[in-house]
């Protein structure tokens, strides 16, 4: 069993970091979830799900969305340094950022530990371990640019949810689950999301 700390940002793409929780949690995983006030918006206005300001009510809803053990999930609020992503003895096995903002992602290149999302990623790194970044928005800045380069030569994977049609996708779901299997891929997390390149539909 794997624990990932899950953080989602207020870019659009909210779909993204709730199929990936559902299938981490039906994969037996344990997350740890943070997410930012902006994320809250976002997540109301694009899947009215309500991740509230009080994490033990976040929780709640997630463990009735995704019918898991309550011990698979943990919920912080983004200003609790006493979660235990805030430390380099506590970070988990990975951590995924998605969607991940431009502002997010200028925090996390320049180090700033502001508050625990920007905190878990600079210990991921410090530490050598897996932060994966998916970065949304279009087109990108230079300053998005260099912010997305500067993290990838730290060893940051910088996964755009950039979609393929290859796999003929008819619903937003297939799209959404494209992006998925490549954040689960990078995760060494068994799915069957979509048959591999060169194998059989
Ligand atoms: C509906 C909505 C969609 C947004 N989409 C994006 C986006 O795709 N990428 C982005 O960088 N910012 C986006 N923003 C702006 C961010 O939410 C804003 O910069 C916020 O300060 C980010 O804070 P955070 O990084 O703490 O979540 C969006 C805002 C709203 C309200």
């Not at 207020?10 to 943070?34: F, K, T």
């Not at 950022?97 to 925090?107: E, I, Y």
């Amino acid at each position: 069993m794997k624990t990932i700390t899950v953080a989602i940002t207020g870019a659009s793409g909210i779909a993204y970091s709730l199929r990936l929780m559902e299938l981490l949690l039906q994969a037996g995983h344990r997350v740890y979830l943070v997410y930012s006030s902006a994320a809250q918006f976002v997540a109301a206005q694009e899947c009215g799900v309500t991740l509230s300001p009080k994490v033990a009510e976040t929780r709640q809803m997630l463990l009735n969305r995704y019918a898991c053990k309550p011990e698979q999930l943990q919920v912080f609020a983004r200003e609790d340094w006493m979660a235990p992503m805030a430390s380099g003895t506590g970070a988990t096995d990975a951590m995924v950022v998605c969607p991940c903002t431009m502002g997010a992602l200028a925090a996390i290149a320049c180090g700033m530990s502001d508050n625990l999302i920007e905190r878990a990623a600079d210990v991921m790194l410090k530490e050598q371990k897996k932060l994966i970044l998916v970065p949304r928005e279009t087109p990108f800045s230079a300053i998005h640019l260099e912010n997305m380069l500067k993290l990838a030569r730290l060893g940051a994977v910088i996964l755009a949810p950039n979609p393929g049609f290859y796999h003929l996708p008819a619903s937003i779901e297939d799209i959404v689950d494209f992006v998925v299997a490549k954040i689960l891929d990078q995760l060494q997390v068994e799915h069957q999301l979509m048959a591999r390149w060169g194998e059989a539909g």
